[in-house]
């Protein structure tokens, strides 16, 4: 009893004072039970660890049932070596550990004999098994990470997560979506501290191969120490020093004259790629400060591009001819324009006299009738240079202050220069803006063994980020001419925002019997100064070309404060795991996640009772009941005779599974959209009546701010909930042929409250209004969405009030999958890794915000707003078939019968490396391109599906690159037109019966690969040349055609497919 009393008041220390982790720390385990020969345990036994390059020892002992385990290991090559009285000292290895990574080591000793003292013997088959979790990961050692090629601008090691089971490419083939989630829901670490940018939701930090000794990927963890998001949990491990000085020079070198032609240059005219030339050089050294004790690893880079103007960097703009730019001059004044007026707006697009001499041709060109005259009007893609400057630096201590204390300080540093890289693009640099970022990332951990059972580790982060976008006109009105082009910065310039995030972790991991608990906790303090001075310039609208000549815009706003904030906010992620050791052969992951966040203005509901009495919700409560169960299992047989036991082998096949739920957290961009309204930021608006022959002018507003029920608010619920996931897994993983791992597996997930955009009082359009519209084929012929002297009622569900957004938590989602992976660890020089997965993800919804690559395929908001249901259909994030493979061999000597030094060196040191991904099209949405539906938008409205219409698929490829059908009758597309043979507004209550996502565009094909030579300077030098083809067969990735019924791009295909890139490098080893 007092045996039992003591061990309970040390787990009750451990939850006390365990400030902590979540356990997404960047250190393993090796664990295992020590047998004599006839399979009873050895209690006390001495077991230690020792790190292969600092030869730093660990020790501990078995328990009363023979078991031990290390705790917080560091990644690395360790011998394991096993001692007991009686029995022979037996050393194995070395062991290969990762970051979260188990390794499952159970030995048998044999009594000592007069001949033997110490045994040293390999890892036995079977050391490379998941014996002890359930979890889908993909792990990737610093020699494959150094070899393997990586996009060609910046090396981005993120892109490795790509390799495994159940990731995909998300939308725009960027991102990464992980076990069906959104690319949003992806949790990014350095070390176990925080590499998440909160307001966008993407990796904060760039990190280069130099810089890594490990990267980790898990899409299904069933740890309650690894949660913030749903989707993958992505792990970067940063190199440390060793007994040895290590290091390197190098410089990474690419070129027009190695890159073919762009589809993009060639659709503007341009035959040649446009010069660039970009360097990533840099160089790294690590060492011993003081041997087996303190160690260092430093690393700096510069990534420098220049370039000539290119037309991938640029936005396309509908504009007059040079031809048509003469005509306007001599255009008849509009209704009530005065003359004054018109020179007004001449004179606002006279910048185009110094656009027309860099325009080399125009695509999709018309005519459009401006006052009776017709204009010939074209598109173009202005090239654009976009320089930049990019430094990355990390530096890293490690010391043993003592045999039981370690202590480690790490910092990464990026900053980025990148001029003319945002905002409006469509006409060079006139109207760009540029990005400024600076960020920092500094982290100091602390482990403690206070006995052989008891393990602590504690960890501080700062993360420091700032984001700046100054613009090259901050004071020209934003005017957009829709369909046509736009004059002036964009409306949400300027903006920027400071982040300050502070980290404390601590987990406590004590063994008891069969028991290795696990607690801590992780709390973070956020603070976000963000500037978003959306309308600030003042934003003008006009409908068309002739209402932008003759001066009379459709609306203004003008912004008389800004949604400056400042933001505060606490994170507290507590975690208890225990992972139970049940036999030798079975283990039991059992865990109790539990996150609260608090809520930062309440994502600024109604500001006062005013304002909520005009249906704007109140402020968002905190979610306080996100408790994430955890369970998992992984057995694995040994001893087995008979034909089963030839099946499953000795302790070389495990069963796995598991069961867990997960939460996302609310992104800042959230706070970003719901911080523009009334009264916080005052904003000015004047529809059309008004502003004739007042452009460019900023209109006088009242300074006394009024509350206009008719305005736009953009809020969320007061119950809105964090986004949840239960996912699941089941696995079978056999070695075989000794250095193979091959696994078979079903993973998926099921998701609700996924974040989407919904409406709380939307149009309504009743069947005898759009009779109406169709009777006089004018959208304009019924009410509105405001009140106006012709209609004093407007059609939305509450006419007394306007537009009431709300970003809520309200979609769902499913994923299934099955999946196959096989592993080929480094033998005779070869790694090989891959796997398939076929699986399925329906939702019904997949982003809230603007997201283009998302939206353009799949809308952010319903065709109707009272029918959730019927968007249900394959996610944008839908991809059936995916394979995704890398190898890295490094060849033997290709001249071995020559034997002299010349060619022993040119014959050695090659070795040959490569990734290939293959995956199927991205759904994607046909609409209208108008408010069919009359519900206030005209972004998710869809046609009416005629299976015997006309229909051309694209004549090369015979899939949905292109298509082309009929939109005025015998189209496979059927929707109400206008006189001109449009699509007509307000036609059609509740939308067509097209499904959402009904098609799929092309797929994606990639091969990358990597030619390397290493050759000896001297003993201790060494040179690498290398070159490396991203996309090698310059296979055109084309994403989905324009699916925007009004477009008169309708069917085409218009995005960037990429191309081959190159990397030359040398690099210096020592």
Not at 150 to 178: C, F, K, W
Not at 462 to 473: A, T
Request: proline share 6%.
């Amino acid at each position: 009893m007092a045996n039992f009393t003591r061990r309970a008041s040390v787990i009750l220390l451990m939850l006390l004072c365990g400030f902590a982790a979540w356990g997404q720390l960047s250190r393993g385990y090796i664990s295992g039970t020590v047998t004599d020969s006839s399979g009873a345990v050895i209690a006390n036994a001495d077991v230690s660890i020792i790190n292969v390059d600092t030869n730093i020892r660990r020790s501990a002992k078995t328990n009363e049932v023979g078991l031990y385990r290390f705790p917080a290991v560091e990644p690395g090559r360790y011998m394991v070596e096993f001692a007991s009285s009686g029995f022979a000292t037996r050393r194995v290895g070395p062991v290969e550990v990762g970051a979260t990574q188990e390794v499952v080591l159970n030995q048998s000793l044999e009594v000592a004999s007069a001949a033997t003292t110490l045994e040293v013997v390999a890892a036995p088959a079977g050391v490379e098994l998941s014996k002890a979790t359930a979890s889908i990961e993909r792990k990737l050692d610093v020699k494959v990470l150094e070899n393997l090629p990586l996009t060609g601008a910046t090396r981005d090691v993120n892109q490795i997560a790509l390799l495994a089971p159940t990731a995909a490419r998300g939308p725009g083939s960027t991102g990464i979506s992980a076990n069906g989630q959104r690319a949003r829901n992806n949790n990014f670490m350095i070390d176990g501290v925080d590499n998440n940018d909160p307001s966008v939701t993407i990796s904060n930090n760039r990190i280069i191969p130099e810089a890594i000794s490990e990267y980790q990927v898990q899409t299904a963890a069933y740890s309650a120490e690894y949660g913030r998001n749903s989707g993958a949990q992505i792990m970067v491990t940063t190199r440390s020093g060793t007994n040895e000085f290590h290091g390197s020079v190098f410089n990474y070198y690419r070129a027009n004259w190695v890159e073919p032609v762009s589809l993009v240059n060639k659709r503007a005219g341009v035959n040649a790629t446009p010069r660039f030339n970009q360097n990533q050089a840099g160089g790294s050294l690590g060492g011993p400060i003081r041997k087996d004790r303190t160690f260092f690893f430093a690393l700096i880079e510069a990534n420098r591009r220049r370039e000539a103007p290119d037309a991938r960097n640029a936005a396309v703009a509908t504009i007059p001819t040079a031809e048509g730019y003469q005509l306007l001059r001599n255009v008849p004044l509009g209704q009530d324009q005065t003359p004054a007026s018109r020179q007004a707006i001449l004179g606002g697009i006279r910048f185009l006299e110094d656009i027309y001499p860099r325009v080399t041709r125009y695509t999709n060109p018309r005519n459009v009738s401006v006052n009776g005259v017709s204009i010939p009007v074209g598109q173009i893609q202005l090239p654009l240079a976009n320089p930049y400057d990019f430094w990355y630096g990390t530096a890293r201590v490690d010391h043993a202050l003592t045999s039981k204390d370690a202590l480690t300080y790490r910092l990464q540093v990026d900053q980025r220069t990148q001029p003319n890289v945002t905002s409006n693009l469509q006409f060079g640099s006139l109207f760009a803006a540029s990005q400024e970022i600076l960020r920092q990332n500094h982290a100091a951990s602390w482990t403690r063994t206070f006995s052989p059972q008891w393990v602590n580790e504690f960890r501080f982060a700062y993360i420091r980020g700032f984001l700046d976008f100054p613009e090259n006109d901050p004071r020209t009105p934003t005017t957009g001419i829709t369909g046509f082009f736009t004059i002036g910065g964009l409306s949400n310039f300027p903006q920027g925002r400071l982040q300050n995030s502070f980290q404390f972790q601590n987990t406590s991991t004590y063994l008891w019997n069969r028991h290795s608990i696990k607690a801590g906790a992780d709390i973070r303090y956020n603070k976000l100064f963000n500037n978003a001075a959306f309308d600030s310039k003042g934003t003008y609208t006009f409908d068309n070309l002739q209402d932008f000549l003759n001066n009379r815009p459709a609306a203004f706003r003008q912004a008389l404060n800004t949604a400056t904030f400042d933001a505060r906010q606490w994170n507290t992620f507590l975690f208890f795991q225990d992972d139970w050791r049940v036999t030798p052969e079975l283990t039991l992951n059992l865990g109790l996640r539990y996150e609260v966040n608090t809520v930062p203005f309440g994502f600024f509901g109604a500001a006062n009772d005013a304002v909520a009495a005009v249906g704007v919700p109140r402020d968002v409560r905190m979610d306080r009941n996100n408790w994430a169960p955890r369970a998992g299992f992984a057995y694995s047989p040994t001893g087995k005779g008979g034909w089963l036991g030839k099946l499953l082998g000795d302790g070389q096949t495990v069963f796995r599974g598991g069961w867990g739920m997960g939460y996302d957290v609310l992104f800042f961009n959230i706070l970003t959209v719901n911080a523009s309204n009334f009264p916080r930021v005052v904003v000015g608006e004047v529809d059309r009546t008004g502003l004739v022959n007042q452009w460019p002018n900023l209109l006088p507003v009242s300074a006394t701010p009024r509350l206009d029920p008719f305005a736009t608010f953009v809020n969320s619920p007061t119950d809105m909930q964090h986004p949840t996931t239960r996912f699941y897994s089941f696995s079978v993983q056999r070695q075989f042929l000794r250095n193979y791992v091959f696994e078979l597996g079903y993973s998926g997930s099921s998701s609700y409250a996924q974040i989407r955009q919904g409406q709380a009082n939307p149009g309504i359009l009743t069947a005898e209004q759009a009779a109406r519209v169709l009777e006089t084929r004018n959208p304009n012929a019924i009410p509105g969405l405001l009140p106006t002297a012709a209609f004093p009622v407007s059609r939305r569900l509450n006419p007394a009030w306007g537009s009431r957004v709300l970003i809520e938590s309200t979609a769902k989602a499913r994923y299934d999958a099955m999946f196959l992976k096989l592993d080929r660890r480094l033998a005779n020089g070869l790694t090989i890794g891959g796997n398939y997965t076929w699986s399925a993800n329906y939702s019904d919804n997949d982003e809230s915000l603007g997201v283009a690559d998302i939206v353009n395929s799949s809308p952010q908001v319903p065709q109707d707003f009272f029918n959730y249901r019927n968007e249900w259909s394959r996610s944008v994030f839908d991809r059936p078939h995916r394979v995704a493979t890398y190898w890295n061999y490094d060849l033997p000597n290709l001249l071995p019968a020559w034997n002299n030094g010349f060619a022993r060196r040119l014959g050695k040191g090659w070795s040959f490396t490569g990734t290939a991904d293959f995956q199927s099209g991205q759904p994607f949405t046909v609409r209208t391109g108008v408010d069919t539906g009359g519900t206030g938008t005209p972004a998710p409205h869809r046609p009416d599906y005629n299976p015997n219409g006309t229909l051309t698929l694209d004549p090369v490829t015979n899939n949905w690159r292109t298509f082309t059908t009929p939109i005025t009758g015998g189209g496979i597309f059927l929707t109400n037109l206008t006189t001109g043979g449009t699509p007509l507004a307000n036609s059609k209550p509740n939308g067509g019966n097209l499904g959402r996502n009904t098609f799929r565009g092309p797929g994606f094909r990639n091969w990358s690969v990597a030619a390397l030579k290493t050759t000896d300077i001297t003993e201790r030098f060494r040179l690498q040349l290398r070159a490396d083809w991203i996309n090698a067969f310059n296979h055109r990735n084309f994403g989905n055609p324009i699916a925007v019924m009004s477009s008169p791009q309708f069917g085409q295909n218009v995005t960037d497919p990429g191309g081959r890139t190159m990397l030359l490098s040398a690099k210096i080893l020592f």
